[in-house]
Nanobody, 126 residues
Framework: QVQLVESGGGLVQAGGSLRLSCAAS????????MGWFRQAPGKEREFVAA????????YYADSVKGRFTISRENAKNTLYLQMNSLTAEDTAVYYC???????????????????WGQGTQVTVSS
């Protein structure tokens, strides 16, 4: 079992920045890959970014590449998402998720992830 709790969401003006955090507990954090997803009103949940167990490899959706940075601190059981140059299109509920499969490659489908946090709202005003 893995428990995930996101924090750091809020209201920000376009062009601003936010840093999301995801605190993990349960299984050993460094044993599994992690990802960030988001869901805007009326839309399906979509992949944002993912990172391998050791943090050495990352992968981003084209829509956030160059603006968002995913990272993890295994000693603190914490995942981060630094979001810069935010636009109104980034408004969504953001979820962190754990992929506990034995695969080391990064996966980006929601069905690949086994555990999810409750989400944190990010609202960007234009």
């Amino acid at each position: 079992q893995v428990q995930l709790v996101e924090s750091g969401g809020g209201l920000v003006q376009a062009g601003g920045s936010l840093r999301l955090s995801c605190a993990a507990s349960g299984r050993t954090f460094s044993d599994y890959n992690m990802g960030w997803f988001r869901q805007a009103p009326g839309k399906e949940r979509e992949f944002v970014a993912a990172i391998t167990k050791t943090g050495t490899s990352t992968y981003y959706a084209d829509s956030v590449k160059g603006r968002f940075t995913i990272s993890r601190e295994n000693a603190k059981n914490t995942l981060y998402l630094q979001m810069n140059s935010l636009t109104a299109e980034d408004t969504a509920v953001y979820y962190c998720a754990a992929d506990i499969s034995p695969y080391s490659i990064i996966r980006y489908r929601t069905s690949n992830y086994d555990y999810w946090g409750q989400g944190t709202q990010v609202t960007v005003s234009s």
